[in-house]
C-alpha cells in the first residue's frame, strides 16, 4: 500500500512544495513519481525514487528510500498544476499512491 | 518513436466480457514488460495487470484477479486485456504502458510511456 499526504494542496506561484508517500513496506527506492494534468496521460517525472526523467524540469526533485519518499517542487509554476501519483515497482502489484491535487493559490 | 494505441473500449452490460487491445510501435516490444493501468471517472491510477517480455509471468491486482486476463502477441507486437463479468466498478479508462526499460535491465518497473487510453463503461 502506497499513502501520499497531502490528498490536495494550494500553493502560490514561486512556492516550494513537498509531497509525501508512504510505503507500508520496504521498498528500496523502488518508486516513481508521475505527473497527470487534466484530461492528460500521466507522464513520469522521476523513477528511482530521485533520478530526474530526460526532458523534466529541474525544479522537480525525488528523495527517499526505505518506505518514506518526497516529490519537491523548488518554485511552484503555473504549469504544474496537475495530480501527483506515486507508484511502486519492488515488484507486483504495482499499486499506485491515491494522488495528490496540485493547484494554485 | 513509441507508440501505444489502445481499443477495444465501449459501452457494455454489467455480466459481459470485452477484450482490449494496445497495438505498439516504435520498440522491440518482445523486449518489454507491459501493464494494463485503470482510472475510473474522477478517480486516481489504478494498477491492474503485468505480463513479462516472454509472456510467462503475470499478476493482477486482487480486483480483477480471476475475471481478467492480460496477454501479448510478440510476433505483432500487441497487448491484451480480456475483461470477463465485469462489473460496474470497472468503468474507467484504460491505459497499456510499457516498462521503461527491457528485460536485461534491472530495476526498469516503471512506466514510460502511456498510451492514451480507451474508456469501457459498464452499464445496463
Known amino acids: 500500500q502506497m499513502t501520499q499526504s497531502p490528498s490536495s494542496l494550494s500553493a502560490s506561484v514561486g512556492d516550494r512544495v513537498t509531497i509525501t508517500c508512504r510505503a507500508s513496506?520496504?521498498?528500496?527506492?523502488?518508486l516513481a513519481w508521475y505527473q497527470q494534468k487534466p484530461g492528460k496521460v500521466p507522464k513520469l517525472l522521476i523513477y528511482?525514487?530521485?533520478t530526474l526523467q530526460s526532458g523534466v524540469p529541474s525544479r522537480f526533485s525525488g528523495g527517499g528510500s526505505g518506505t518514506d519518499f518526497t516529490l519537491t517542487i523548488s518554485s511552484l509554476q503555473p504549469e504544474d498544476v496537475a495530480t501527483y501519483y506515486c507508484q511502486k515497482y519492488s515488484g507486483a502489484p504495482h499499486t499506485f499512491g491515491q494522488g495528490t491535487k496540485l493547484e494554485i493559490k | 518513436q513509441v507508440q501505444l494505441v489502445e481499443s477495444g473500449g465501449g459501452v457494455v452490460q454489467p455480466g459481459r466480457s470485452l477484450r482490449l487491445s494496445c497495438a505498439t510501435s516504435g520498440f522491440t516490444f518482445s523486449s518489454y514488460g507491459m501493464h494494463w493501468v485503470r482510472q475510473a471517472p474522477g478517480k486516481g491510477l489504478e494498477w491492474v495487470a503485468v505480463?513479462?517480455?516472454?509472456?510467462?509471468?503475470?499478476y493482477y491486482a486482487d480486483s480483477v484477479k480471476g475475471r481478467f486476463t492480460i496477454s501479448r502477441d510478440n510476433s505483432n507486437g500487441t497487448l491484451y486485456l480480456q475483461m470477463k463479468t465485469l462489473r460496474a466498478e470497472d468503468t474507467a479508462v484504460y491505459y497499456c504502458?510499457?516498462?521503461?526499460?527491457?528485460?536485461?535491465?534491472?530495476?526498469?518497473?516503471?512506466?514510460?510511456?502511456w498510451g492514451q487510453g480507451t474508456l469501457v463503461t459498464v452499464s445496463s
Open positions: 504502458a510499457k516498462e521503461a526499460r527491457d528485460v536485461a535491465s534491472f530495476p526498469r518497473g516503471w512506466f514510460d510511456p
Open positions: 505480463i513479462w517480455s516472454d509472456g510467462n509471468n503475470k
Open positions: 528511482g525514487a530521485s
Open positions: 513496506q520496504d521498498i528500496k527506492n523502488y
